[in-house]
């Protein structure tokens, strides 16, 4: 069985395009509820990042088993996650991205 598909929203509670993007990703987990989906704020949760610096709110840390599928700004629209969401769930190739971001995921992971 294929490992599980986690979608991790990186974002912070005082930034109205992350409140905004709160309801998007709720209802694109609702239609996709065999992917796991967790909202990790960078500051609440800024021990986790490490010296990983998100620049750009929100982003989107998409990983299987021990590989990044994808790490990057995504605009808060529904449809543009979900096809996101559904083209990496077949992807079988990690994404190429720098150790801190291998090292968030592998930290979420554990």
């Known amino acids: ?3 599980e ?3 991790i929203s990186l974002c912070a509670e005082w ?5 905004d993007w709160k309801p998007v990703i709720d209802e694109v987990a609702r239609a996709h509820p065999q992917v796991r989906w967790r909202w990790l704020d960078i500051e609440d ?3 986790l990042l490490g010296d990983l610096d998100v620049e750009t709110l929100p982003t989107l840390l998409v990983g299987r ?3 990044v599928l994808f790490f990057g700004p995504v605009l808060p629209k ?3 996650v979900a096809r996101l969401v559904e083209s990496l769930a077949t992807q079988q190739h990690a994404a190429g991205v720098d150790g801190d971001v291998a ?3 592998q930290r979420l992971r554990s």
């Not at 930034?15 to 409140?19: E, F, I, S």
């Open 1 to 3: 069985m294929a490992a």
């Open 5 to 7: 598909l986690h979608v």
């Open 15 to 19: 930034c109205g395009t992350c409140r």
């Open 45 to 47: 949760d800024a021990d």
């Open 65 to 67: 088993g021990d590989q």
């Open 78 to 80: 529904a449809e543009l």
């Open 103 to 105: 090292a968030l995921w």
